[in-house]
């Protein structure tokens, strides 16, 4: 994917099989899988919000949940860019029970400091003992279960099992809600744990049924995050970013759930309705244009590593460019269509729901900041393809520093609750993206002959002219 024009260098630098360049570009790896997580999980929150509407303000499940999945968010959405770069560095050049082992190790390492961060969330509230217990474990089994699947973006059939994940994450609070009617109030975290348990099985077996030497543990993976920093920044200001203007209004919202657990529930209701409405841009995105993309961006870089005519060159970038622009109409469309249609009717829509159509407001605002957040995705996930991880870094800083900015002028100042913030941070970031995304694009020949193989070659930086001169002259 975006290590093509990363790492191809070092394998022809470093490694002397050539069958191993061909192993290594043939892997099947999803780069949106980082981001498809966050919106899963926020998909997830949304329904769980919905099937607690009715006992939000008594039952202290739902705080529970919502905590439970934010703080698995921060853990795995942190590691998940890390974990998907050594996936893709790794995976087709160490033997597969190596490559399992350092995931397992990572899974250790995770689970041990989940454990911490679920005491933290769980023990100091004047909860029944055992309740926290299983409280904790829950977390810990959903924080590795969040960690597999990006395990399985390298799967053949990753796009099928992130609905067979979904689907299951959807049956954990509904198996709790049916252990709590048919078990008291005890038998809800019960029944969640041993679900939750459950999922976190049946991926493991998909994730390694064909390993052996399981027994050993490395921490290869872990090392191997902690050498890029500023993929773990990016995965947290992704996450982190997104979830500041909920946790601000968590923070200062009265208690819904009880006094322990503030949460805004009608701020979640109208947020992560519209969310989930914008969602399936997203996943045309994930499922089609990004395989897609990934075909003609390989034509156009294979014509520069196998030294092309310029004529020939410039054929493959326009067949890029037709089919990125191709995708991106679709994508917008889709987008369009959705937010129109769902701000048209949304009084018929929370009414069919049951819900309070007080917070429609909130809905059509928060539906046109997810639009603008899933546009500013797609083009941070483009520029990281093509190995901008630093910019890419700045414009999560930006949206990060102006979504907690605005939340907290919006809650403190004129203490009022609403999407506005999140959709103004998502258009200052889009706009800052989209500016160097058509930079890029102007200069995409230029940029790929200063990195590898070409300016490998020639041991220096040379100027944009003399470049296209050597490409159309063939003298490389």
Same mark, same amino acid.
């Given at each position: 994917?975006?290590?093509?024009?990363?790492?191809?260098?070092?394998?022809?630098?470093?490694?002397t099989?050539?069958?191993?360049?061909?192993?290594?570009?043939?892997?099947?790896?999803?780069?949106?899988?980082?981001?498809?997580?966050?919106?899963?999980?926020?998909?997830?929150?949304?329904?769980?919000?919905?099937?607690?509407?009715?006992?939000?303000?008594?039952?202290?499940?739902?705080?529970?949940?919502?905590?439970?999945?934010?703080?698995?968010?921060?853990?795995s959405?942190?590691?998940?860019?890390?974990?998907?770069r050594?996936?893709m560095?790794?995976?087709?050049? @160490?033997?597969?029970?190596? &490559?399992r082992?350092? !995931?397992?190790?990572? #899974?250790? $390492?995770?689970? %041990?400091f /989940?454990?911490?961060i679920?005491?933290?969330?769980?023990?100091?509230?004047?909860?029944?003992?055992?309740?926290? @217990?299983?409280?904790?474990? &829950?977390?810990?089994? !959903?924080?590795?279960? #969040?960690? $597999?699947?990006? %395990?399985? /973006?390298?799967?053949k059939?990753?796009?099928?099992?992130?609905?067979?994940?979904?689907?299951?994450?959807?049956?954990?609070?509904?198996?709790g809600?049916?252990?709590?009617?048919?078990f008291?109030?005890?038998?809800?975290?019960?029944?969640l744990?041993?679900?939750?348990?459950?999922?976190?099985f049946?991926?493991?077996?998909?994730?390694?049924?064909?390993?052996?030497?399981?027994?050993?543990?490395?921490?290869?993976?872990?090392?191997?995050?902690?050498?890029?920093?500023?993929a773990?920044?990016i995965?947290?200001?992704?996450?982190?970013?997104?979830?500041?203007?909920?946790?601000?209004?968590?923070?200062t919202?009265?208690?819904?759930?009880?006094?322990?657990?503030?949460?805004?529930?009608?701020?979640?209701?109208?947020?992560?309705?519209?969310?989930?409405?914008?969602l399936?841009?997203?996943?045309?995105?994930?499922?089609?244009?990004e395989?897609?993309?990934?075909?003609?961006y390989?034509?156009?870089?294979?014509?520069?590593?196998?030294?092309?005519?310029?004529?020939?060159?410039?054929?493959?970038?326009?067949?890029?460019y037709?089919?990125?622009?191709?995708?991106?109409?679709?994508t917008?469309?889709?987008?369009?269509?959705?937010?129109?249609?769902?701000?048209?009717?949304a009084?018929?829509?929370?009414?069919?729901?049951?819900?309070?159509?007080d917070?429609?407001?909130?809905?059509?605002?928060?539906a046109?900041?997810?639009?603008?957040?899933?546009?500013?995705?797609?083009?941070?996930?483009?520029?990281?393809?093509?190995?901008?991880?630093?910019?890419?870094?700045?414009?999560?800083?930006?949206?990060?520093?102006?979504?907690?900015?605005?939340?907290a002028?919006?809650?403190?100042?004129?203490?009022?609750?609403?999407?506005?913030?999140f959709?103004?941070?998502?258009?200052?970031?889009?706009?800052?993206?989209?500016?160097?995304?058509?930079?890029?694009?102007?200069?995409?020949?230029y940029?790929?002959?200063?990195r590898?193989?070409?300016?490998?070659?020639?041991?220096?930086?040379?100027?944009?002219?003399?470049?296209?001169?050597?490409?159309?002259?063939?003298?490389?």
């Open positions: 994917m975006r290590e093509i024009t990363f790492h191809l260098s070092a394998i022809e630098k470093h490694v099989d050539p069958q191993l360049e061909k192993k290594y570009l043939e892997t099947p790896i999803y780069i949106t899988s980082p981001w498809l997580l966050l919106f899963l999980c926020f998909a997830l929150a949304g329904f769980i919000s919905y099937i607690f509407k009715s006992e939000t303000e008594v039952d202290i499940n739902y705080g529970t949940l919502m905590y439970a999945f934010t703080g698995a968010l921060f853990i959405g942190t590691l998940s860019i890390p974990l998907m050594y996936i560095f790794q995976k087709a050049s @160490i033997q597969p029970h190596l &490559f082992a350092s !995931l397992i190790g990572q #899974l250790s $390492l995770v689970a %041990v /989940s454990f911490f679920g005491a933290a969330i769980f023990l100091p509230f004047g909860l029944p003992l055992s309740y926290k @217990i299983f409280a904790i474990i &829950f977390f810990i089994l !959903l924080t590795c279960s #969040l960690l $597999l699947f990006m %395990v399985q /973006s390298s799967l059939y990753f796009p099928l099992l992130s609905v067979f994940f979904f689907t299951l994450s959807v049956l954990v609070p509904v198996a809600m049916a252990g709590k009617a048919l008291g109030p005890p038998g809800f975290i019960l029944s744990t041993i679900a939750q348990m459950i999922v976190f049946v991926q493991w077996f998909l994730s390694f049924h064909d390993a052996t030497h399981l027994y050993r543990v490395n921490l290869t993976s872990f090392r191997f995050a902690v050498k890029d920093p500023i773990i920044a995965g947290f200001l992704c996450t982190f970013g997104f979830l500041s203007d909920k946790i601000m209004y968590w923070i919202a009265p208690g819904t759930a009880s006094a322990m657990y503030p949460i805004a529930h009608d701020y979640n209701i109208g947020f992560f309705l519209a969310f989930c409405i914008t399936p841009a997203f996943v045309y995105f994930f499922v089609f244009g395989k897609s993309i990934s075909k003609y390989r034509r156009f870089y294979n014509q520069i590593w196998h030294r092309a005519p310029f004529e020939q060159i410039e054929e493959e970038q326009k067949a890029f037709h089919h990125l622009l191709t995708v991106s109409y679709i917008m469309q889709i987008l369009l269509f959705l937010v129109f249609i769902s701000s048209y009717f009084t018929q829509i929370f009414s069919t729901l049951g819900l309070s159509l917070d429609i407001v909130t809905f059509r605002i928060a046109w900041g997810s639009a603008l957040y899933i546009i500013f995705t797609c083009i941070s996930i483009l520029l990281y393809y093509m190995d901008f991880q630093k910019p890419v870094l700045i414009f999560y800083i930006i949206f990060f520093a102006c979504n907690i900015t605005i939340s002028v919006s809650t403190f100042v004129f203490n009022n609750h609403s999407a506005y913030s959709s103004i941070a998502s258009a200052i970031a889009l706009t800052s993206a989209l500016v160097f995304l058509v930079y890029c694009l102007r200069n995409i020949l940029i790929h002959f200063q590898v193989p070409l300016s490998y070659q020639l041991r220096k930086s040379i100027s944009h002219d003399k470049g296209i001169y050597l490409l159309k002259r063939d003298n490389l």
